[in-house]
């Protein structure tokens, strides 16, 4: 089975991507990424595949999976029946770490931890008790708190026990794990996006920074992002423009044109869709205080859209908090 690509959002104000996520069963996702991704599952019990390793798991079961390794858990009961399944994830990326851990030696840890997961990890029952332990702190609204408290776990997993799940054959192709050229060419595609975004953008050019057809990038970006290429490009600009109306005090027709739009009925359209208010009524929820000030950021309980879709035809909606 080929497994989907999950395009992880960051955010512009955070270093490490949190994802809780609380629904009544796990469903079977089979997806890679190119970030490291650690995750605790609660209140579960099922089969977890990590490459071509499939076993079984139960409560608090904390695993590593390394960039680009096909991955997925698939629940088949709740311990407790009246509450629902959870899991905690945290995403980073590889060369991040290991640049903070070359800079700082309190981090140096993050080079063994890394080495030992090229293959996957999984920890035993005391490490995730240890981060559920942690789960306030990785949950909190403040991005830096996250990040201080994903760094602590992550340096206390470096000399943890852990059993290595898959075979390095699992990262040649044998098992359905990505040849890697669609991500590549994808993110080819999305950094010219985020460098020029307040240019207009023609689909012919991002096909050439790919060297794709127009109708084979429409096709990747609906099968791995779950949007239009030209939906991608709006919601890139309305982020834009969200934080220049929080942070500025420039006039709205001028961020705008500085935002990548032309036309300020087109720009006040596309917003108010998107955002569900006008420009002027987002910026006056800026100055009273009800916006919270880590709005760049996606919310913890927010999924990637590339999966979103994807996994809304197979189930039901997440429960909320």
Known sequence: ?????????????CSVRIYHRRLARIPFEWHHHPEYEL???????????????VSDYEAEDLVLVPPDLPHTWASNRSIDSSSPQVAVVIWFDGDWARRLADCCPEYG???????????????????GAAMRARADDLL??????????????????????????????????????????????????????DARFAEPLRLAEL????????????????????????????????????????????PISVIAARSGFANIANFNRQFKAMKDATPAAYRRQFATGSVPDAIASPLVTERSPSLRRRAGRSRGPEIED
Do not use: W
């Open 1 to 13: 089975m080929k497994p989907a690509y999950e395009h992880v959002q960051f955010g512009d104000e």
């Open 39 to 53: 995750t605790l599952t609660l209140n579960s019990q099922g089969k977890r595949y990590i490459g071509d390793s």
């Open 109 to 127: 840890s993050l080079h063994r931890l890394l080495r030992r997961a090229a293959c996957g990890l999984a920890f035993g029952p005391e490490a």
């Open 140 to 193: 909190s609204g403040a991005p830096r708190e996250r990040l201080a408290a994903a760094l602590d776990i992550l340096c206390a997993l470096a000399d943890a026990a852990g059993v290595p799940l898959a075979s390095p054959s699992a990262f040649n192709g044998r098992t359905g794990a990505p040849s890697g050229h669609e991500p590549e060419r994808i993110n080819r595609v999305l950094a010219m996006i």
């Open 207 to 250: 096909c050439a920074a790919a060297s794709l057809s127009e109708r084979t990038l429409t096709r990747y970006f609906a099968r791995h992002l779950g949007e239009s290429v030209g939906r991608y490009i709006t919601r890139v600009r309305i982020g834009h423009a969200c934080r220049m109306l929080a942070d500025t005090a420039l």
